[in-house]
């Protein structure tokens, strides 16, 4: 894999890693994690009471995918 190096550098300057397998394993966890956010955002959860929302989270296994 081809990396620009320079960019490596800066991304572990904001994720706070050392080496760039794990910055690049970090980055990439982000933006899935970013993604799940906006998919989540996106839904209209205000007809849902909190007993609803209980039962379809434990009824969903890996509900934030």
Partial sequence: MNVDLDLVREAQEVLGTQGTTE???AALR???????L????????????????RRSRWETEGWAR
């Fill in 23 to 25: 910055t690049v394993h």
């Fill in 30 to 36: 982000e933006i899935v994690r970013r993604r799940r």
């Fill in 38 to 53: 906006e998919r989540l955002l996106r839904h209209d959860f205000s007809n849902l009471d909190v007993d609803e929302i």
